[in-house]
């Protein structure tokens, strides 16, 4: 009999940032590297090592040893050190598809300077894989991964065709006891092979022939002796065939015919940990990400591609936001199961971030509006489809003075003048520091004139801002004046005409297009009564009636939205675990309704409740002890024209141990729940394959937005939700997660999960006290289209002033497409790419007007032409390249 053969993969597993920060975690990188280089070269019985398959170990080591670049691509090219192919190793469920593509992009294109990444899609202890994963890795060129956690109980052996929805396949090898079966490996040979004799035993029947042994684990330094111990216990005996080897020298020689093939997302805690709870921690970073993944994917990039001029279009701006993004999506940096250093590092990069693609779309938005021909209020829609809007727009005079509008604040007509002396001038001069007076207002112009009889000073105000305005010059000016004739009189002039800030609903602007703003008519103006029960809100398309005792509220007759339910939480940033004696807080002691806005283009009630709140759990006795009264208020807006529910939900967080979710009733009960995540959605049941290590809790992730039973919910970052209520085999309601408190990064003895998952550490910042949390959502009824909802919510129109002086139409669109989601439009190498993707289960024609391309692949390289419209099939991704019109 053939020896079975013992492939060891020696490799680290190297978290950039966990239970030390970064600075720290690197200073052992370096040491690491350092030591692993001299091995390489001095031994070549150490014959290969893999950089835990992300380009970023690489970046942070060269950084501080920029000398040793040329060692490293020796090895590289050499195949003694493997690499990539992603940048980091991030986790897949709390971040867009988009930053996956991204990180994996970025990571190929790093890993081309050192001979090309490793050709194998490396996923080694992601918390789960979401289901377009193959496809991700198959139009990266890639056909095989190699993964750990999640890994249903139907999945019996190492080896398994892992489906996407849209049938894409990899190979995937499954690590039935993960990344470090092969850790610390005895220096003594015989030890060495009863140590490979008991694994074999203790996962023999996973065994489809060779046994993989991967020899590392988390920030693990390699093990010099191992050429040497390999190569004895090759000579004592023959049974094992020992070797040290590479992922894809191994996976070039494992069985591919017969496998059990899985379709969709890998969720299953059957034999390893999926940490379900780290959607819900640290909610801070959660609404940190969908913010700014939402202004630099749908803001920054595509307004910046269709209305800047190519030599003018940020690249390097953006690639700098996009690393702050990509090394935020490391599992512990994203998932916030770290100390609060790491938590910190991790929120200033979002802000980096953020204030990139924020500074990138208003430049591109500003110099839209210089190109409008005609002096106008311009509407812009960065979302692909067609749509109409409410937005607030600034406006003079008296027009618009009519029911189409509804009036926020208002500066009444300044005209006339006054005469001051020189002392009262100064003053108030000294307090105007710029041209901006307050958001509605900006000095337009400003004369300063001397006629013998006195200063004459005349301002011009108006409600956008104009350049060449130079305050500190006119004020220079005045004070010159006023200088040689001290006693002059001083003539102040205002010019100021009636400004008002208005909600209108616009016309219907087209997809990447702009218009000049005209408020619609209402079809279905929004109204408000006060009855004795509560405050009603409705609009012909939907009606809200707020309950004054216990602040809940229906929606068409259905009873008991915005039920806000706070439990103890004895758990840690990875699993949320009920105390033994938990109390249940779900009736406010106090509710006050008022209205907010009566309408007709928005109508809003704000709901001020009142709530006791424990203080903590107490570890002994298992019980919630102290109290504290907590504010919250909710305000409820409804729009007109509009069938959806908006609510934000706003407290400060006084309290320990806790966690706090609204609950919604489902319009009708639901044996499952459809939720966004990358690419597609995914539709589960009521329950979560679990084991004893870990409960199964059905707590599940969403993008953006979750339907269930007849309701479609949409978030802002409020990523874990949960199908409640369960009677007679179907839920009756959907909670979604507004905080989760806890005090621990790992902890010994939960009820959910009675083993550590990581150090026991304490970690403040996890417990958010003192932190102000605004949880921002949208429902509706009945059929609905998710991702509409999620852009009309999440994604509003725009508005600014343009002054005109340009060619520019009235109206008019920047990309025309159609018939399939836009993931992702951007310049690259001076062409617009523009990502799309299909949701559905039907093919689809994908309709661009007027453009033609290439289809790419991730990697860049052509497929096929197109030429104004193409066939998108189902659940299928597409990357196209569009040649210049030029």
Known sequence: MNPRRVAIVPHTHWDREWYAPFQTFRMDLIDMLDDLLDLLEDDPSYSRFLLDGQMAVVDDYLEVRPEAEGRLRSLATSGRLTMGPWYI??????????????????GIERGAAFGGVMDVGYLPDMFGHIAQMPQILNQAGFSDTVLWRGVPSVVTKTGFDWEAPNGSTVRAEYLP???????????DPKALIRRVQDHVDEIGSFLIDDLLLMNGADHLRPQPFLG????EANAIQDEFAFEITSLPEYLARVPRDGLTRWKGELRSGARSNILMGVASNRVDVKKAVAITERNLERRAEPLASLFLAEEAYPTRLLELAWKEMVLNSAHDSICACSIDDVVDAVLHRYAEARQIAEGV???ATVTLARSMAEPCTLVINTAATPRSGVVEAVVTGDELDDLRVQVISERMGLPGSIVLDATTVKTVLGMLQGPKIDNDAWVQKVVVEDDGEGIHLTVSIGPEERSGINIAEAKQDLYTKLGARPDAAVFVSLDQPRIRR???RTEVVEGFGWSAFTPASLEHPVATETTESGVAIKNDLVEVVIDSETGTF????????GRLVDVGDLGDSYNYSPPANDTVVDIPTTVKVRLSESGPVRASATITATYAIPDHVDGGSQRRVGEHEVVIETVISVLADEAAVRVSTTFTNPARDHRLRVHLPLPEPAASSTAECSFPTVT???DAEGRPDEYGLPTFPSRRFVQAGGLTVVHEGLNEYELVDLRDGQAHELALTVLRATGMLSRLGMTHRPLPAGPLTAVDGLQLTGKTITARYAIARGDVDPYRLADDVLLPLEITPSLGGGSRPSSGSGLEISGAEVSSVRRHDGLIEVRVFNPTQETSTLEIPGRSGWVVDLRGLPLTPFEDSMTIGHHQILTLRLEDTN
Not at 177 to 187: H, K, Q
Not at 554 to 561: A, K, P, R, T, Y
């Open 502 to 504: 208005i909600l209108a």
């Open 684 to 686: 589960r049941g009521l």
């Open 89 to 106: 190793l991030m986790d897949e469920f709390l971040v867009s598809g988009e930053t996956i593509i991204r990180d994996l992009q970025m």
């Open 361 to 363: 779309a208003t430049r």
């Open 228 to 231: 040497r111990v390999v190569a």
């Open 177 to 187: 006891v993960g990344y470090a079966n092969g850790s610390s490996l005895p220096e």
């Open 554 to 561: 229906s929606i068409d007759g259905l009873e008991g939205f």
